[in-house]
């Protein structure tokens, strides 16, 4: 049965990134094409997967579309290309068709259609973020009550949904700040008095703490993910002593150095249970560069409520998923110059096997998660093609922007040397992150 499930599991990360892989890859070179298009260039090929043809059909526009039999990308290949990549010098087309191939169009023609793969990945992000901000809506302004969670024996639950939270242990509470800035000072206990209006009268209730030991997230391919904790778990204790609040499942984890932690966990409808977790050092963030710090995974800071929401408009949504989009290009940015200049170690680039492997554990926390990670996935896929390496778009553009400059392209025998080394840099750094895939902790 344990090989079974071991299968099942692995059979389900496959399907969810080559869905996932397959979503991205078909919006990203839909850019290419579309923009293509209107530019005047022909695309000859529209491919989703490489190798032998599985079925095709052809359009009123001349363009073979085709599904391949190995589904790990894609690519159009426009009139003039000598390869998928529209890499190299090109072929030579009829003088009569220049216009319509990739090497004889404009420059703005070329630089906007391979622009416009990235862009499009930017864009698919931007309207993920920006529509799950619209269904979810945001909190409200005045801190409210929303739907209450479960949560486990032993602990109260006085607050009710609608409630508008006036104080926490008389600290008066006016926003969602005051409540946080609140939570931060409280001292760790199972149950607080909530002042709260309801129904025109003001009252005193018991609840538990704003920040309980609550996990709110588990990160893929971390500690916690691989013992199997899910959102909405609650800890209740850490190597036998009782817990409240999630700080003091981090410092706990940061007294461990590596050692394994046991945590008691509560979920619902199924009681508790003990996990052991060995806690990863990690490279993260902070206002100055990066710091190491142990941990196992899990975020917290939810409460075991969820706040009132008000709705999001189209604009304002647009604007959350530009700023979210953008906060993970600049990560990509700093992570990837941290690890150029030795801020961090190069284990934190990934390789196919842990994306595979976040793919599938983002498919199994549900499709909302899902379709957020194929969000934070185009952003980053979409940033990593505007590095200027030749045959990745990046490369095509810095190409482009010599010739803006100098005024002529290029020689084909520079582009084909540029050509090949760019490949054997994009394959060597594909390598690098599966050896940290197979090797790293």
């Known amino acids: 049965m344990a090989m079974i499930a071991e299968i099942g599991g692995f059979l389900w990360t496959i399907c969810a990134f080559v869905l996932a892989l397959s979503i991205i890859v078909t919006v990203h070179e839909y850019g290419h094409y579309i923009i293509g298009r209107l530019s005047g260039i022909k695309a000859e090929v529209f491919s989703l997967g490489f190798g032998p043809r599985l079925i095709s059909r052809r359009d009123r526009h001349g363009t ?3 599904l391949a039999a190995i589904p790990l990308g894609g690519y159009v290949r426009f009139l003039g290309d000598a390869n998928a990549a529209s890499a190299g010098s090109g072929v030579a087309v009829d003088p009569a068709q220049s216009r319509a191939s990739l090497p004889g169009a404009p420059l703005w023609a070329r630089f906007a ?5 990235p862009i499009f990945n930017f864009i698919l992000s931007i309207l993920v973020f920006g529509g799950m901000a619209i269904w979810q809506g945001l909190p409200a302004d005045e801190p409210e009550v929303g739907a209450l969670h479960a949560i486990p024996p ?3 639950m006085g607050l009710q949904p609608g409630d508008r939270i006036l104080a926490i242990d008389g600290t008066p509470v006016t926003t969602w700040q005051d409540l946080g800035a609140a939570a931060e ?3 760790p206990k199972p149950v607080h008095d909530w002042t709260v209006r309801r129904d025109g009268a003001e009252l005193t209730v018991p609840g538990p703490g704003p920040m309980p030991a609550l996990i709110t997230g588990v990160a893929p391919r971390s500690p916690a993910a691989s013992a199997g904790l899910r959102a909405g778990d609650v800890i209740t204790a850490i ?12 410092e706990q984890v940061t007294k461990a150095e590596g050692r394994p932690v046991i945590l008691r966990v509560w979920r619902e409808g199924e009681g508790e249970a003990d ?3 060995a806690p990863r050092e990690q490279d993260l963030p902070t206002a100055t560069g990066y710091e190491k710090r142990w941990m196992i995974g899990v975020t917290g800071g939810g409460t075991f409520f969820d706040p009132a929401t008000r ?6 949504a647009v604007g959350i998923g530009a700023g979210r989009t953008w906060d993970i290009i600049a990560s990509s940015v700093s992570g990837l110059w941290a690890m150029i200049t030795g801020q961090i170690g190069t284990c934190n680039l990934g390789g196919a096997i842990s994306i595979a492997e976040s793919t599938g554990q983002a498919a199994s926390a549900g499709g909302s998660d899902f379709i957020w990670w194929i969000a934070v996935l185009s ?3 979409g940033f990593l093609n505007l590095l200027p390496v030749p045959v990745l778009d990046g490369g095509h553009l810095m190409f482009y922007a010599y010739e803006a400059v100098a005024g002529r392209r290029p020689s084909d025998r520079v582009l084909d040397i540029l050509s090949a080394l760019g490949m054997a840099a994009v394959l060597s750094l594909m390598v690098f992150g599966l050896t940290n895939d197979l090797f790293c902790p």
Do not use: H
């Not at 259609?113 to 793969?117: D, E, H, L, P, Y």
């Not at 709705?311 to 304002?316: A, F, Q």
């Open 64 to 66: 073979l579309w085709q």
């Open 113 to 117: 259609t391979v622009a416009a793969g």
């Open 154 to 156: 032993g602990m109260q």
């Open 185 to 187: 000072k409280l001292p």
């Open 239 to 250: 190597e036998g002593q009782p817990v409240s609040r999630f700080d003091e499942l981090r």
């Open 275 to 277: 996990y052991t977790l």
């Open 311 to 316: 709705n999001v408009g189209p604009i304002e």
């Open 379 to 381: 952003a980053a896929i």
